[in-house]
């Protein structure tokens, strides 16, 4: 996790995304987080998803703008996402 000014950025490799529908129909994911710190999980909600998710595969490196949930195991909810490397 870094920081730029007062927005954190995280630099990561996508473990796993898990799709799913919400109760309004729409879809969102979660996804498995890593880097050498250890792993998290990041929620992706449904309008950043479909922004995003043509773009992602597991094992992509990505670069993320995030808001950290600091509840025991740690949380992040992606708001912005760049994909640096799709494997």
Known sequence: LSRNGETPYIRAIVNSIKEIRTKTGDT???LTLEDSTGSCEATVFSKQ???YRK???SNSLIKAKVAIDREKPLKII??????IDGV
């Open 55 to 57: 773009n992602l595969a």
């Open 49 to 51: 998803w479909t922004k």
């Open 78 to 83: 992606i708001n912005e996402l760049l994909v």
């Open 28 to 30: 969102m994911a979660f």
